[in-house]
């Protein structure tokens, strides 16, 4: 019998797939590699088709079985799924740090890379040499023994120290509660916050009453709607003292000296890779290319942005002392009587624009603008194999030409991971017989089930998430490139991978393509023009106090990881003092410790890469004012888009990709004027 995981179908066999085929296709797929890449060192090869290409080739077929796997692990969870991922995850890792640390493999690459063959590989080839050759030196491979040894043992404190780092914020995080029996406290929350409030006193054993937490769906709804000021400021005294020295748990969870060891770990790190310091070590994989570049990105948005922004925070007061009294408004005032001001202004519920949005008008919209704007038909075929009822196959298409594919599995449901994101099935690259293995995507949402029968009716914010993982899935699905390494999203550095996901969002925001994927349930009528730019100016609500938080924290990272120094004892708060003295237009307390908590940056996968959020969201601004230049549906402009950015993937330098789209370096500007900031007022 043979794996069905194991199988040669362009799709996997989704019948006849069940956990029990997970392990032992992972252990045969781990065994073969191995044993392939013994033999190739051992004959000595060298060349792309005696070394890359068979490893390509061995790798691709990895990722195909470990697709599916990982898919069913968001998709279709269970107890038993959860034991056996866990234990997957395990035998990978190891297999890539082997892979990663294997000095032999590692020669034999450089090797080639320096042969005069080596020397002639272009393109695609080119770059996903150089990569392969760029991930082992940051693996530490190419150091002697002795500092190789020092950088596995800096790497394993590093994970410890993080892990330690998240333990902390999440035992202070649920360490704190607050218990309140008289619900005239909690004045001015909606029903289903006082519910969920009530359901968590019940969860923690109290007979009655309701119970606070500092978790994300308590948190929100109190400071944006408790009309308690000193309940406010309790809670968000105890949120901004997390897992620090200050505040109602002070220095049980205490991350301060934490921080201080990751930091010096990285710098660490960086140094023995020659790097001056870890900021320059996180952007060895990116597309902006130097710690300065960053910098001034950020303080060039920062400058434009700050009159705005303080503007914005001078109305917002002058609201609360006419309408409210209020002499001060301090941090925990914020998104309270912000939530009061846009209510007055302009309150659009996400609710109310629902019946306009019913699902199958929606896909067929989406379906329309990508046709128009990228030449592409989109066919569903009901014929192929899927894991569960809900979920739908659709063929992607030009000139009755069949290139790729995607499954789509839209609604909520038990043992689904609750978010949208967009995965790959099947990378595409050139087989071993000369045919082409077709780019096929996964992409998984979680809106509301149909009732009866009866289309489901999205949010707008929901239209928009589809268009942002439709983005991802065209970045995924039109690519050209036959070398998986760069092929697709493969390869595309972190700070470029939302760039054709926000880009396609603008078409949920434009008059004339909401004609497309908009129409009313019962009276067929497309959303009005007086909603969507009632829709716009509540977008705008505040923008450029937004962009100063994210350009505050991006700031304090990229700064704090480039200067850090355990000689010279960095002071972390000073750093984000100095940070905030340029850019906020409200300090907080000085107990605060945001940093305490920032697992982004100390914990995940964001160290002095925090800017990467702007830095897309400038590309996709940018690229998309060019459709605004020349109307939204210019062919033109698509096929260009299609060519310079979606076909080619991580292929080509990510800078000299833009500028062939774009004819010029990225500007900020169109983020700004999309965002509402008026750009024109800095005389
Ligand atoms: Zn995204």
Redesign the pocket.
């Given at each position: 019998m043979v794996n069905p995981l194991l199988s040669d179908n362009a799709l996997p066999p989704f019948d006849e797939i069940s956990i029990e085929h997970f392990e032992p296709a992972i252990d045969q797929v781990l065994q073969d590699n191995r044993l392939l890449i013994d033999k190739l060192l051992s004959d000595g090869a060298d060349t792309w088709e005696s070394l890359v290409y068979p490893l390509e080739t061995a790798n691709d077929r990895l990722n195909n079985v470990w697709s599916v796997i990982s898919h069913y692990n968001g998709v279709l969870n269970s107890e038993a799924l959860r034991e056996i991922y866990k234990k997957l995850i395990g035998k990978l890792t190891q297999y890539q740090t082997e892979v990663g640390q294997n000095k032999a493999l590692y020669l034999a690459y450089r090797h080639l890379q320096e042969s005069e063959a080596g020397q002639k590989l272009e393109g695609p080839q080119r770059k996903a040499l150089d990569n392969i050759l760029r991930d082992f030196t940051l693996s530490g491979v190419g150091l002697d023994d002795q500092d190789k040894q020092r950088f596995s043992e800096l790497k394993q404190t590093l994970s410890s120290l993080t892990n330690h780092f998240s333990e902390n914020v999440l035992d202070a995080t649920q360490g704190w509660t607050r218990h309140i029996v008289n619900a005239d406290e909690l004045q001015g929350l909606p029903d289903s916050a006082m519910a969920l409030l009530s359901s968590f006193a019940t969860e923690q054993a109290y007979d009655n009453g309701y119970l606070l937490t500092l978790d994300a769906p308590c948190y929100q709804p109190v400071m944006t709607y408790c009309d308690s000021r000193e309940l406010r400021e309790e809670l968000y005294q105890a949120y901004m003292t997390r897992a620090s020295d200050q505040g109602p748990h002070a220095g049980k969870w205490d991350n301060s000296d934490n921080i201080q060891q990751i930091m010096a770990t990285r710098q660490k790190l960086a140094t023995l890779l020659s790097f001056d310091n870890y900021a320059e070590r996180s952007l060895a994989t990116k597309m902006a290319s130097s710690v300065d570049e960053v910098v001034d990105f950020l303080e060039q948005l920062a400058g434009k942005s700050m009159a705005a922004a303080r503007q914005q925070f001078d109305a917002l007061q002058a609201f609360a002392a006419e309408e409210y009294g209020l002499s001060q408004l301090e941090m925990w005032d914020i998104p309270y009587y912000s939530e009061k001001l846009r209510q007055q202004l302009f309150d659009v519920s996400q609710e109310a624009l629902k019946p306009y949005f019913p699902v199958s008008v929606v896909l067929n919209g989406l379906f329309q603008v990508v046709a128009r704007l990228f030449e592409v038909e989109i066919e569903e075929d009901a014929q192929v194999q899927v894991w569960h009822s809900d979920v739908r196959y659709y063929r992607l298409s030009r000139s009755s030409k069949a290139f790729a594919g995607f499954y789509l599995d839209l609604y909520a449901r038990k043992h689904k991971r609750g978010g949208a994101w967009m995965g790959d099935c099947r990378v595409r690259r050139r087989l071993a017989d000369g045919t082409l293995q077709q780019p096929v995507a996964f992409l998984t949402c979680n809106f509301t089930p149909p009732v009866d029968g009866k289309d489901s009716l999205l949010t707008h914010d929901e239209v928009t998430t589809l268009f942002?993982e439709f983005g991802?899935g065209l970045h995924h699905m039109l690519t050209k490139i036959e070398v998986s390494d760069v092929s697709g999203i493969s390869g595309v550095p972190w700070d470029v991978v939302?760039l054709p996901?926000q880009f396609l969002e603008n078409w949920c925001w434009q008059e004339e393509s909401i004609r497309l994927i908009s129409a009313h349930h019962e009276t067929g009528e497309s959303l009005p023009k007086a909603l969507l730019d009632k829709m716009l100016t509540a977008k705008h609500f505040q923008s450029a106090m937004q962009m100063m938080r994210q350009l505050e924290f991006a700031l304090f990272d990229i700064t704090l990881h480039r200067d850090f120094s355990e000689l010279a004892s960095t002071d972390v708060l000073a750093v984000l003092d100095a940070v905030r003295e340029k850019v906020s237009v409200k300090i907080p307390p000085a107990y605060a410790r945001f940093s305490h908590s920032f697992s982004h940056i100390f914990a995940g996968g964001y160290a002095a890469g925090y800017y990467s959020y702007k830095w897309a969201e400038v590309l996709a601004a940018d690229a998309f004012s060019k459709f605004e230049e020349q109307g939204i549906f210019n062919l033109q402009v698509g096929r260009a888009f299609r060519e310079h950015i979606l076909e080619v993937g991580g292929s080509q330098d990510a800078m000299e990709m833009f500028v062939a789209f774009r004819g010029r370096k990225p500007s900020v500007e169109p983020l700004l004027v999309q965002s509402g900031i008026d750009v024109g007022i800095q005389s």
């Open positions: 942002h991802h939302e996901s």
